[in-house]
């Protein structure tokens, strides 16, 4: 496992942009980000390979969230425009810290640590 610390999440008025940041404390084969309302299940919104050439998204964010990697600072960033009030949730940051096959994972369960999370409230 690693450790994760995220930054970026606040406040911005539908239509803005928000860019969160994920740093992770050693090497990683896939990251991703995951978000929850209170009361709901944790959903998938993005995830990416450990090369950055593979992701996968989420329809309801397909087009408006960019997510990419620098793999010199171990470092996940999601660029979220276009913000709408339904995607108000508390961000987490998800890793996988061994190798895996196949597809890019996509699920809460394939990833081994989590950040502790970040708000992101978008006003209408």
């Known amino acids: 496992q690693v450790q994760l610390v995220e930054s970026g999440g606040g406040l911005v008025q539908a239509g803005g942009s928000l860019r969160l940041s994920c740093a992770a404390s050693?090497?990683?084969?896939?990251m991703g980000w995951f978000r929850q309302i209170l009361g709901k299940e944790r959903e998938f919104v993005a995830s990416i390979d450990w090369s950055g050439s593979s992701t996968s998204y989420a329809d309801s964010v397909k087009g408006r969230f960019t997510l990419s990697r620098d793999n010199a600072k171990n470092t996940v960033y999601l660029q979220l425009n276009s913000l709408k009030p339904e995607d108000t949730a508390v961000y987490y940051c998800a890793a996988l810290s061994r190798q895996y096959y196949g597809r890019v994972p996509s699920r809460a369960s394939d990833f081994d640590s989590w950040g502790q999370g970040t708000q992101v409230t978008v006003s209408s």
């Open positions: 050693g090497r990683t084969y896939a």
